[in-house]
């Protein structure tokens, strides 16, 4: 077993910030250098995180021998590619949600890594949210008898980022972006039973001058097993992220809520400084997050993570789980498209989500 994991990142905004932050409470991994193509980014990030290598080439990066593993936080449509690079290379690969843009990708990357012998590991902090671990925890003790209906929804106001509006580089719109996590979440929760049918309903309803993806959306999944999943995804809610989930069982309930479930309830006549993610105005009533990277299981993910490639263990969340996610998010699209449920399972060679609803 290696004594510290050697880290690269690349990426150095939004989520690699918070990769970095993760990162410094894993003991078994040291963090050896960021890439980031924008002059300076990665020097500047560097700096705040004192990490001792930056780059603005990937290949940069993947040249050093002390790295092994690549946590990758860059735009949708690079997945694909940064991730067949970093498995060339030699390096494990821990993926952002997204898996990829679409299906054939996902082969690649999965054929690509198990070529390499390196790990495909995909980044769904929900299965270690701390607070969706013990809902898991309570089904599976049988504290809520059989699972009927799961429910999972995220929602906030819409992206920090112009890559997320455009559909050409995202695949999709709110879907893509966040109903992956909770399609994650059901598979997760429901033993990765399959999926047998997928029914969406969404709209552009609030930003169409910014974007032609879909801004609300509303998907039912039904599993082989019978358990229904519904999943409410918006990116026009104002006030702050919201982040919850239900399981309805034939003995119980169980109701989780991520960030106002967990936060300070505050009130304040000139604002707080930061309340929580995509807070918007924060006087008067907010919601103030404490520990929220902990509270969203960012640590705990990567801590997973790192120990599988310390000890040569099967991830939690593969490769093929995110393919299995975005053959769901194919068919949501498909669906919305059509008016109708789709069964899986669901090859099409279209090369993103969106083109499946927007005909
Ligand atoms: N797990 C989560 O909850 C979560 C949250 C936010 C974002 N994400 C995912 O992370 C990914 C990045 O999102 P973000 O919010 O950090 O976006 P961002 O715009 O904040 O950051 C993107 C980063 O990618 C870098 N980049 C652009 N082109 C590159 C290239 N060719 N090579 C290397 N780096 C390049 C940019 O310089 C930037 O540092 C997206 O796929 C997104 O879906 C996941």
Same mark, same amino acid.
């Given at each position: ?16 910030? /918070? ?11 040291? %963090? ?27 290949? =940069? ?17 690079? *997945? ?11 390096? *494990? ?39 969706? %671990? ?28 112009? *890559? ?16 992956? *996590? ?12 399959? /999926? ?11 930003? +169409? ?8 959306? /509303? ?13 409410? !995804? ?23 809520? %991520?960030?106002?479930?967990?936060? /300070? ?22 919601? +103030? ?14 801590? =997973? ?12 969340? +593969? ?7 975005? !053959? ?32």
């Amino acid at each position: 077993m290696k004594d510290k994991v050697g880290v690269g990142l690349v990426g150095s905004r939004f989520i690699s910030t /918070i990769h970095a932050e993760a990162l410094r409470s894993v003991a078994g991994a040291e %963090v050896l250098a960021v890439m980031s193509p924008t002059p300076g980014r990665a020097r500047d990030f560097a700096g705040k995180f004192g990490i001792p290598n930056h780059f603005t080439a990937l290949d =940069h990066l993947l040249a050093m021998d002390d790295i092994d593993m690549v946590v990758i936080g860059v735009p949708n449509l690079l *997945h694909c590619d940064v991730t067949l690079q970093a498995a060339r290379a030699g390096k *494990h690969v821990v993926i952002e949600k997204p898996l990829c843009m679409n299906l054939a990708e996902a082969d690649r990357m999965i054929t690509a890594c198990k070529e390499a012998n390196v790990k495909l590991m995909y980044a769904e902090e929900l299965c270690f949210t701390p607070k969706y %671990v013990r809902m898991k925890a309570l089904l599976d003790e049988g504290a809520l008898g059989k699972p009927v209906l799961l429910k999972q929804s995220e929602k906030h106001d819409g992206p920090h980022a112009d *890559h997320f509006w455009d559909v050409e580089r995202a695949g999709g719109g709110v879907t893509m972006d966040m109903g992956c *996590h909770a399609i994650a979440f059901f598979r997760w929760l429901n033993g990765r039973n399959p /999926i047998a049918s997928v029914y969406a309903q969404m709209s552009t309803s609030v930003h +169409t001058a910014k974007t032609r993806g879909d801004d609300n959306a /509303i998907l039912i999944l039904e599993f082989e097993n019978g358990v229904v999943g519904l999943a409410e !995804e918006s990116w026009t809610k104002l006030g702050g992220m919201d982040d919850c989930a239900e399981i309805h069982g034939s003995e119980g309930v169980a109701y989780a809520d %991520v960030l106002q479930g967990n936060s /300070i309830q505050t009130y304040s006549t000139r604002g707080v400084g930061y309340a929580v993610e995509k807070a918007g105005i924060t006087t008067g009533w907010s919601f +103030t997050m404490y520990e929220e990277i902990w509270n969203y299981g960012f640590p705990q993910e990567l801590e =997973h993570f790192v120990d599988c490639v310390r000890n040569d263990t099967q991830p939690l969340v +593969t490769g093929e789980d995110g393919r299995a996610v975005l !053959e769901a998010i194919f068919a949501a699209y498909a669906s919305a498209g059509s008016g109708r449920k789709v069964t899986l399972p669901f090859t099409t060679d279209v090369d993103k989500p969106y083109k499946l609803w927007k005909k």
